[in-house]
């Protein structure tokens, strides 16, 4: 029987081949579909496993179930698992505003399973200075009715007030004195106490400011100020006099007396006239502490009946609102947890630092809040632990209360409560000096990496006297959002503006090929890269961003962008639809923690074959393949599925569903032949399609199960030329 014969007899066995369709390694989505041949071209909760002769196995991503039974009260967005000296495991959570914006930005920790709201309490209050001073004493009383200050409580004086000899201002921890005073320590830069040179009763003036018509300067009269020409003046208030608005740091141009300097702004005044700062009222940032009771308080202490009235209940407590914030940064310093929240709102002054404070809490000696330490800076973009000689480390930080986005601080080597540079301490500071804002920071191995919008620092322990050395160690190469940078086995990865980057830890920067760019920075909404995620997922290797995309309903992450460390950064990538909002890795609380942005559910990943009980629709579909010879026709009668249906030890009751698209051309609406259903009991499928182009989707929706691929053979013959 010659070829002629048996193709006219219709496709006789003898003249069918058996082919394979090996997969290329990774998913490709910047490849058109018929150039992307016998790869994969488009996916969704996959994983890619590099086989050891270099093909790629595709099997379905691991699923999750809920780690905390409830909602969360706000979106989360940072989570931070740690474990204390006495083997209480925790996971802090920080939120961004709720809803309902009396919860604030909740910041809680979860405990053996009980959640725990310990979101820092702040208050505004503007009232006229009164303040009581004494020669003999570096501490100063401050009259402010109502306010029931205790000893918890700090506060940042936003308004210079001039009193007995000396200016009060700057961030201080408070001693409650009475419901309608409190008191707090006056002490120079290197901690020395500062005496008042008059004895005064509720006394003190804030800053006048007056303009000139048609001229940019303004002399400001604070009696006693202490500056000198080149000196910063900061303006927390925002003040328009003469329609000349005040805020900001200001270099002192010159000055005239004791009372009385001059600073340059940079518009003209209309008239000549003069304003005191906040309508000469004092402002007050309260951070609201609630501790322990005192000794010696509380309902039912003591005798019935026994003492005066009201003895032995607690005392007032100060009021306040939860803090609103958009973000969070977390760590912990041994058992304590530190928190600093950006995006903060303290009042409606739209002028407010955008940056909080440093906030701890210790669960060996917990507080109802977070207490803000008074004694570090009073406004951060966000912080971490520097290791292993533990220093906290903040960014964005500030030496005036007016923010410098490039400016890094540190306290001492174990000691949170010294942040000012001297010989006999380890604390200090560090301004970057090229870009515009420092976007995130985190510690490797040996170093911490500090990216700006436009480099990467390396920021190395030296010792003293610098403590730290700074070197730019790539340029053009800057980080597309706070949370999108990771260290992951003595490499660092990170997303930029356009494109992923890494760096061995001590090695060069070096820009990662992404091959499903497309499907990541196209359809990114760049309005909501605040949004950006950096999942690290150290069981299979893998980072994951998730990001918003631009037809996200919610406006939050909706897709996720996946890279497979081992694979290479031209075969690791894949992509699909899943939201979290917060992450954390493997840690003492067990496999990764994910955070639902819609649900509001946090959930542990790999613990399932479902996504909490609900099917996950995992797919991929390969890109156009030739089949045979592409100049002719090719039939193809069967197909040999090669899979692995269940994990080892389960059983093995996957239900995959095979699809194939048939065209002749690249850009014709494809024939579909399918899907077949396909279990470890099928042998063959029964196809019987023909034509020039071929691509195959793989396909699950069930439920409780697992499947990775093989390699799926053919069968196929020549059928006429094209």
């Known amino acids: 029987m010659d070829v002629a014969v048996a193709v006219a007899r219709g496709h006789a066995d003898a003249l069918m081949a058996t082919a394979s369709l090996k997969l290329l390694p990774g998913v490709d989505t910047n490849r058109s579909q018929a150039l992307n041949e016998a790869a994969i071209s488009s996916c969704n909760l996959i994983r890619l496993w590099k086989d050891r002769r270099g093909e790629s196995l595709v099997q379905k991503l691991g699923g999750w179930t809920k780690f905390y039974p409830s909602q969360m009260p706000a979106i989360p967005r940072q989570l931070w698992p740690w474990q204390d000296q006495n083997h209480g495991k925790h996971l802090g959570i920080g939120c961004s505003t709720a809803a309902d914006t009396t919860l604030g930005g909740p910041l809680m920790i979860l405990t053996n399973g009980a959640l725990n709201t310990i979101t820092p309490i702040v208050r505004l209050d503007n009232v006229a200075p009164e303040v009581t001073t004494s020669t003999v004493s570096s501490t100063v009383f401050i009259t402010d009715a109502g306010s029931n200050i205790n000893n918890y409580t700090a506060v940042f004086v936003a308004t210079h007030i001039s009193v007995g000899g000396i200016i009060v201002f700057g961030f201080f921890l408070c001693s409650g004195v009475s419901p309608n005073q409190f008191a707090v320590n006056l002490t120079n830069i290197l901690g020395n106490p500062i005496f008042p040179t008059a004895n005064i009763t509720n006394g003190g003036v804030v800053a006048l400011f007056t303009v000139v018509l048609n001229n940019s300067t303004v002399q400001v009269t604070l009696p006693n100020h202490g500056y000198s020409v080149g000196d910063t003046y900061p ?87 939860n803090m609103e914030a958009d973000d969070w940064a977390l760590d912990n310093w041994g058992d304590i947890f530190v928190a600093v929240a950006s995006g903060i709102q303290v009042s409606s002054d739209t002028t407010e630092p955008s940056g909080s404070p440093v906030f701890l809490w210790n669960p060996l000696a917990p507080t109802p809040v977070a207490l803000a330490l008074a004694a570090g800076p009073s406004a951060n973009d966000g912080c971490f632990v520097a290791m292993p000689q533990r220093q906290i480390v903040c960014w964005g930080s500030t030496f005036t209360g007016i923010q410098d986005h490039l400016l890094l601080r540190w306290c001492d080597i174990n000691n949170y409560n010294v942040w000012i540079a001297q010989p006999t301490n380890q604390a200090g500071s560090y301004r970057i000096p090229r870009g515009s804002k420092i976007v995130g920071c985190i510690q490797a191995a040996n170093q ?60 060069g920067v070096s820009p990662m090929p992404c091959s499903v760019w497309d499907n990541v920075f196209q359809l990114m909404d760049q309005s909501k890269l605040s949004n950006i995620r950096v999942a690290p997922n150290s069981r299979f290797n893998e980072i994951t961003w998730y990001f918003t995309s631009t037809s996200s309903a919610s406006g939050e992450n909706d897709m996720y962008v996946k890279y497979n460390i081992t694979m290479g950064p031209d075969a690791g990538w894949d992509y699909g639809t899943l939201g979290r909002s917060a992450w954390t890795n493997q840690s003492v609380l067990g496999p990764p923690i994910g955070a639902d942005p819609t649900s509001l559910y946090l959930y542990q990943h790999e613990t399932s074959n479902d996504a909490d009980g609900q099917s996950i629709n995992a797919f991929f579909q390969t890109g156009y393949f030739e089949i045979g010879d592409g100049q002719m026709q090719t039939f193809v009668d069967f197909i040999l599925p090669d899979m692995i249906y269940g994990m080892t030890g389960q059983a093995q009751n996957a239900t995959i569903l095979i699809t194939f698209y048939v065209a ?37 929706n069930d439920i409780g199960t697992w499947w990775r691929t093989g390699r799926l053979r053919y069968r196929w013959t020549a059928d006429g030329r094209f």
């Open 235 to 321: 303006c927390l208030v925002s003040t328009t006099v003469g329609v000349i608005t005040i805020y900001g740091d200001y270099i002192i141009q010159s000055v005239t007396d004791a009372n009385n300097f001059v600073i340059q702004t940079g518009g003209e005044a209309t008239s000549s006239t003069s304003g005191y700062i906040n309508g000469g009222n004092a402002q007050y940032d309260f951070f609201v502490g609630i501790g322990p009771l005192p000794p010696g308080t509380g309902y039912g202490v003591g005798a019935y009946g026994a003492g005066g009235y009201g003895t032995g209940i607690s005392p007032v407590e100060p009021t306040g609102s």
């Open 448 to 507: 911490a990496l500090v990216f700006t919008d436009l480099a990467v620092w390396s920021m190395q322990y030296i010792g003293q006297p610098f403590v730290y050395g700074f070197n730019e160690i790539g340029t053009g190469c800057g980080l597309i959002a706070p949370k999108a940078a990771v260290s992951m086995n003595g490499i660092i990865y990170w997303m930029s503006q356009s494109q992923f980057f890494s760096m061995p830890n001590g090695g």
């Open 664 to 700: 002749q051309y690249p850009g014709d609406t494809p024939l579909v032949f399918g899907p077949y259903t396909t279990t470890q009991a099928s042998t063959y499928i029964s196809t019987r399609f023909r034509g020039r182009l071929v691509s195959v989707k793989v396909e699950s």
